[in-house]
């Protein structure tokens, strides 16, 4: 039997780190939180069945900010480098931790398959994202719903879970979809010698919703 690990991989180890693992048949295996990268490199190397695994790792923002002022979700859309009165300094607009690439790229050439996601766009591309604030508690509840109705997972319990369980879940998901659905994965770009992948199109929604979507991009762009 094959298991599939999703790690919503956090950029310091001041935050939790999400790992999630689920089967075949989108039973939870194992939920946990990890904070440093000896403990995330410590479950890898002792997960009993790592050989029949496939993992996607999520690729974190870095934080690191230009100026107190900044946010952390702006910082990714900032045309900094375009404005000549913001300076870049200590390469500011850097978008992406480089956090643990080294060792999932070594992983990946031992024979494990990893690939990379990024939370953001794999949630719009699945449908679960949300119109509110980014990880506030409405978020994660939403979140939580939508795994649990749209995506099968309907032993989720009731209460709050953490958010770094709930995109772990996504990343496990998506190293799930790319073994049975490879055709409707999609690489969108490499980060540190990784595919970072993404679903072409929601498998859980129906083609009507989608060929109506088709239809409103399309009158848009001739109006």
């Known amino acids: ?9 956090a950029s310091g180890s001041t935050m939790d780190s999400g790992v999630a693992v689920i089967d075949e ?11 440093k990268m000896n403990d995330i490199i410590f479950f890898f190397e002792n997960f009993s069945s ?16 230009l100026e107190g002022k900044w946010r952390v979700l702006s910082k990714p859309y900032q045309l900094v480098a375009t404005n000549k009165l913001i ?3 200590d390469n500011g607009t850097q978008r992406h931790s480089t956090r643990g690439s080294e060792y999932f790229r070594e992983l990946n050439e031992s024979g494990i398959e990893v690939n ?5 766009m794999a949630r719009q591309s699945m449908h679960l994202n949300s119109c509110y604030k980014d990880r506030s508690p ?12 749209e995506w099968g997972f309907s ?10 369980h ?4 996504i990343g496990a998901i998506l190293a799930k979809e790319k073994n049975h659905n490879p055709d409707k994965i999609v690489p969108i770009y490499k980060f540190r010698g990784l595919d970072v992948i993404d679903i072409k199109e929601n498998l859980n929604i129906s083609t009507d919703v989608y060929n109506f979507e088709r239809e409103l991009v399309g009158k848009a762009k001739v109006e």
């Open 87 to 89: 300076p870049n300094r």
């Open 166 to 169: 709930l995109e772990a879940i």
């Open 25 to 35: 048949d989108n039973k939870i295996i194992l939920l946990d939180k990890l904070y």
């Open 155 to 164: 032993e989720l319990p009731s209460n709050m879970m953490p958010m770094s």
């Open 138 to 149: 409405a978020d994660c509840k939403f979140l939580q719903q939508a795994l649990k109705l």
């Open 116 to 120: 990379r996601f990024d939370i953001y």
């Open 50 to 65: 790592l050989k029949n695994s496939k993992i996607c790792v999520s690729v974190p923002f870095d934080r690191t900010m």
């Open 1 to 9: 039997m094959n298991y599939y690990i999703g790690l919503s991989l």
